[in-house]
């Protein structure tokens, strides 16, 4: 890597990084809302501290958290790009509403640096951005005249070429059929509610609230309804919405909690339903230390072994293997794998098959396998599986229960 940094630094600093530009991309886009102090308060707090309950514990995964894009703070705990996306969403937000509120137009410079950030991480975001970008551009301009409306469009101007370039990336057929097989469309319509109960049960409420104070005359209501209703439309890309519709119910839910408080009048009400709320919070920073899952610890004989690769294997070599070790070949030790995780491999189904055959199947011609797609190393835990003897398989390198084997299919 670059400066021989560790990927494990690296990525904890764009964790930090990417959530301390979230946190204030987040505050920023809340001060423009006309909103009392103490429902921005709680809208924020639940911004950065809302999280869906974990779903279930598995001895591999551990506690998993489904379609964790709608939670702030489930980003910053694992996914830092997503984090970055989700705060260049709303700092793009913030500039364009500043435009509206002052007419200067270096505004709009910005508002093209972080729409550009956020499409080239996620450009199907650019969907409820647009909307939000519409409502907020309806609800600050009593006049539209040709100039304030080329103005607005020229908040895209940064974007159009890496778009043109992703349409033309689009139209190729490996990158046709990897969208097939990532498609995130929801089972069913009530699963981005049932997956992200805390905050999404808090947020609708947050926005019915709204509706009886106000009817439909209220900007706020607008903002935060539509990235909700657009989550229900069945894209290819339906799940990543939530990146968009998160935010705005956390900030809708703000209105919640604090509604609460001035329903019963009591100002430990509001306090007291927080509390509660951080219990999945508490539960998911836990979970890995109650019951650690296999996928998220390695043991020192696979991290030797990873090392001993990454001296002794080059990058244009093909390593079969079971995962997780197939998932962290790549980035310990720099050479390919055949099958590895499911969202960087290309036909991921058909592989997983093969794979399986190729581990457990004993009339599974593995000779031809092999040599067909030119694998040249096979990694096998004993602990899991035994392989049948093969004379082109040679033993290479063992480290505890992981054996390396090499390929020499002329041997």
């Known amino acids: 890597m670059l400066f021989k940094v560790s990927l494990v630094f690296v990525y904890h600093c764009a964790r930090v990084i990417s959530g301390m530009i979230l946190i204030l991309a987040g505050w920023l886009f809340f001060k423009t809302l006309n909103l009392?102090?103490?429902?921005?308060k709680w809208g924020l707090i639940l911004f950065c501290l809302g999280i869906q309950f974990p779903t279930y514990s598995h001895d591999y995964w551990g506690l998993a958290i489904h379609h964790p894009e709608a939670s702030a703070f489930a980003n910053i705990l694992v996914f830092?790009?997503?984090?970055?996306?989700?705060a260049m969403f709303l700092l793009s937000l913030y500039f364009f509403r500043m435009w509206l509120n002052t007419d200067k137009s270096n505004y709009l410079l910005?508002?093209?640096f972080a729409a550009l950030g956020m499409v080239i991480i996620h450009p199907f975001m650019l969907l409820p951005y647009s909307l939000m970008i519409l409502v907020s551009f309806f609800w600050r301009r009593s006049l539209f005249d040709v100039k304030q409306l080329l103005l607005a469009a020229a908040s895209f101007v940064a974007c159009t070429p890496y778009l043109i370039y992703f349409v033309i990336l689009m139209t190729h057929p490996d990158v046709q059929q990897w969208q097939i097989q990532i498609n995130t469309t929801f089972k069913s319509p009530l699963d981005p509610?049932?997956?992200?109960?805390?905050i999404m049960i808090m947020g609708i409420v947050g926005l019915c609230i709204i509706y009886g104070t106000y009817r439909w005359r209220n900007e706020v209501l607008w903002l935060f309804s539509l990235p909700l209703l657009i989550i229900f439309i069945p894209f290819c890309f339906q799940e990543r919405l939530l990146e968009a519709a998160g935010p705005c119910l956390s900030f809708a839910g703000g209105i919640t909690i604090n509604s609460f408080g001035l329903l019963h009048k009591k100002k430990c009400v509001a306090p007291v339903i927080f509390t509660i709320l951080l219990i999945p919070v508490f539960m998911v920073l836990l979970a890995t230390v109650v019951r650690p899952p296999a996928m998220s610890f390695m043991s020192e004989a696979e991290v030797l072994m990873y090392e001993w690769m990454d001296r002794n294997l080059t990058q244009e070599d093909v390593v079969l293997a079971m995962l997780p070790y197939a998932s962290r070949i790549p980035a310990k030790s720099g050479c390919r794998v055949w099958y590895g995780h499911h969202d960087q491999t290309f036909k991921v189904k058909e592989k997983r098959i093969l794979q399986e055959r190729f581990f457990t199947d004993t009339s599974f011609d593995r000779e031809d396998f092999l040599t067909k797609w030119n694998i040249k190393y096979v990694l096998l835990d004993t602990s899991k599986v035994s392989l049948p003897s093969l004379n082109s398989l040679v033993f290479l390198n063992k480290f505890d229960n992981l054996v390396l084997l090499k390929h020499e299919p002329y041997r």
């Open 36 to 40: 009392t102090h103490n429902q921005r």
């Open 80 to 86: 830092p790009h997503i984090a970055f996306s989700q």
């Open 110 to 112: 910005w508002v093209n």
């Open 193 to 198: 509610i049932y997956f992200n109960s805390t």
